[in-house]
């Protein structure tokens, strides 16, 4: 072989292992990119996960919080609500309780031999003084019944008479008192009504 060919073929020997280093060095300097590339979409990745992560806790805290809120403000209601039902009838109790002194006066009167007529008196005052607290401060009123037209939403019928002098059914006699809450009936009045023939 001659000089010229052997130098020919070394130079070309040299421009591949030239070519095939840039190559391997461009390869690495890619797989180099490539892992720094890597690494900082790992860190972002990273960050992203810890800021996720944090908003997620503190979402969780302001949950937590407000269950606890929630609940405390149930049990609250519900301390409430038993302590007006509790209390829900002192006002009727307080009204009461003049009625009931009275009612203690015309008893201590009668033991010590107070005059009847007083006495009924008294009685009749005491009724009236609580049936107008009653109406006035709770709205309950009596139904009035004698002689009016007999009305089954307000009168309980417990007796029947024929009167050839009546035109309708009318109350002839109470035998027990009804009563209206707020226009509501609470109790009809037991009455006896006359029918006409």
């Known amino acids: 072989?001659?000089?010229h060919k052997e130098d020919k073929e070394k130079d070309l020997e040299q421009e591949v292992l030239t070519e095939e280093q840039v190559a391997e060095e461009n390869t690495e300097e890619k797989v180099q990119e490539d892992q720094t590339e890597e690494v900082s979409q790992e860190e972002i990745l990273q960050a992203k996960v810890a800021e996720l992560e944090a908003a997620n806790a503190e979402l969780k805290d302001q949950m937590l919080r407000r269950q606890a809120e929630l609940e405390n403000y149930r049990?609250?209601?519900i301390r409430?609500?038993?302590e007006a039902v509790?209390?829900?009838n002192e006002s009727l109790i307080r009204d009461i309780l003049g009625f009931l002194d009275n009612?203690?006066?015309a008893l201590t009167a009668a033991k010590n031999g107070g005059d009847v007529n007083a006495l009924?008196?008294?009685?009749?005052?005491t009724q009236n003084q609580l049936?107008?607290?009653l109406d006035k401060n709770w709205g309950l009123k009596a139904i009035e019944?004698?002689?009016h037209e007999f009305d089954p939403s307000l009168h309980e019928a417990c007796m029947m008479t024929v009167d050839e002098n009546l035109d309708k059914e009318t109350v002839l006699e109470e035998f027990q008192k009804g009563y209206t809450l707020h226009d509501r009936v609470i109790r009809p009045s037991k009455v006896k009504i006359g029918k006409p023939e």
Not at 120 to 125: D, H, N, P, T, Y
Request: proline share 0%; glycine share 8%.
């Open 1 to 3: 072989m001659s000089k």
């Open 75 to 77: 049990k609250r209601l």
């Open 80 to 82: 409430d609500k038993e």
């Open 86 to 88: 509790q209390f829900a």
């Open 103 to 105: 009612m203690e006066r």
């Open 120 to 125: 009924i008196e008294g009685f009749e005052m």
């Open 131 to 133: 049936l107008s607290t």
């Open 145 to 147: 019944s004698v002689g």
